[in-house]
């Protein structure tokens, strides 16, 4: 992203994110590399569990991004 003022909470799809995160790699890499990141974070995982994230969800919800931007900054 060039310009960090310009990332906006809302819904992303999961790879549209996960691309957001790692720009350079596969899409499909950048998804799994971005779920190992969530994997790895302390309790970030079970939060977004909790607000209806299953391993068949396309879209992360706005409050789940700000979740994931929270632990992990901003891509």
């Keep these: 992203m060039k310009n960090m003022d310009d990332f906006k909470i809302r819904s992303y799809g999961r790879m ?3 691309i957001l995160y790692s720009p350079y790699i596969s899409p499909l890499a950048a998804y799994k590399k971005l779920s190992r990141w969530i994997d790895r974070y302390p309790g970030l995982r079970k939060r977004l569990e909790h607000t209806g994230l299953t391993k068949r969800t396309r879209q992360y919800t706005p ?5 994931i931007v929270d632990a992990l900054g901003e891509p």
């Design 16 to 18: 549209e994110l996960a």
């Design 63 to 67: 409050n789940q991004v700000k979740m």
